[in-house]
């Protein structure tokens, strides 16, 4: 193994970097705080043939319990800033999203309101394609830089071949910018709008507790007739339903919480029977928003 950039850390402990808190440790772990040292680890991990994950919010995010064998990168420094040019707004992508809403709320610029309810980073919404409230990142998305092992190349919203929660980067390539195109508004009416979406957020969905975002997508299947991933989790009776230390919320069926001391191994085989349950009643077959990091094993019942 050829000698790693500096500042790069051995077994690194991530569950503590998740909003859920379970997990296990990174082989290999990295805060690049521009892009050279962000290309410079890419290309470090490319040539010693290990994968590469990224750690936004952690919001989203699912770490085995055997940990990442691999290089975990989280953005710091230059690549988790935020500048305005204009009527323009650039995000690092380690730049928390419902930040950049704020922010840009302050400077009198409106089309990141949706934002203040993704609770990620610039780079994380860009690759999930968050959208939220009715916003679309599509819509404000000017460009973005893309690092990979190879260098840094800019590409626009037609090249990230979006889809609903999904994008086409691929594992090496991450946003380290975003460049959104704002319209000039009133501060007072930006601000009044955050906090109703803010207020809606609460009413809906669980706070203060271990959990990471939707943990199934909403299914597009005829047979869900429009219901969401929580509403047909409810209706199977997932709503409060344990394994071991995590639960579905009893306020949001599609959250799950880590209310005492879960494993990955838990959280796994709650959502293999939420979606069991969901595929015996309904015959649909929902599909995980959460994003997995490391290798794990899918309980028995999983594949339906």
């Not at 050279?36 to 890419?42: D, K, P, V």
Request: some cysteine; overall charge negative; charged content about 25%.
């Amino acid at each position: 193994m050829s000698a790693p950039p500096e500042g790069l850390k051995r077994d690194f402990p991530l569950a503590r970097l998740t909003t859920v808190r379970t997990g296990g440790a990174a082989d290999w772990f990295a805060r690049p705080d521009n892009e050279e040292h962000l290309i410079a680890a890419l290309r470090w991990a490319d040539e010693e043939g290990l994968p590469v994950g990224v750690i936004g919010s952690g919001s989203n995010l699912l770490v085995a319990d055997d940990g990442f064998h691999g290089l975990a990168l989280k953005l710091d420094g230059d690549l988790a800033g935020i500048e305005r040019e204009g009527d323009r707004v650039i995000c690092g992508g380690g730049y928390r999203f419902p930040s950049a809403a704020a922010k840009s709320a302050n400077w009198g610029l409106s089309g990141l309101e949706f934002g203040v309810n993704i609770p990620g980073t610039a780079g994380g919404a860009v690759r999930m394609n968050a959208n939220a409230y009715g916003g679309q990142l599509a819509r404000v998305l000017e460009w973005v830089e893309v690092c990979t092992a190879a260098g840094s190349e800019r590409r626009t919203p037609d090249q990230l071949g979006f889809t609903y929660r999904h994008s086409n980067l691929r594992e090496g390539e991450v946003v380290a910018r975003a460049s959104f195109g704002l319209e000039p508004a009133d501060p007072g009416e930006i601000k009044a709008t955050l906090a109703s979406m803010r207020d809606r957020r609460r009413e809906a969905q669980p706070s203060g507790i271990k959990t990471f975002g939707s943990t199934f997508k909403n299914p597009e299947d005829e047979r869900a007739e429009g219901r969401s991933a929580g509403q047909l989790l409810e209706a199977a009776g997932c709503r409060g339903l344990r394994h071991g230390g995590a639960r579905f919320s009893e306020k949001h069926a599609n959250f799950v919480e880590n209310y005492r001391g879960a494993t990955t191994a838990d959280v796994l085989e709650l959502m293999a029977e939420g979606r069991r349950r969901v595929h015996e009643r309904f015959g649909v077959e929902l599909e995980p928003e959460v994003q997995i990091l490391g290798k794990v094993s899918w309980p028995d019942g999983w594949e339906l």
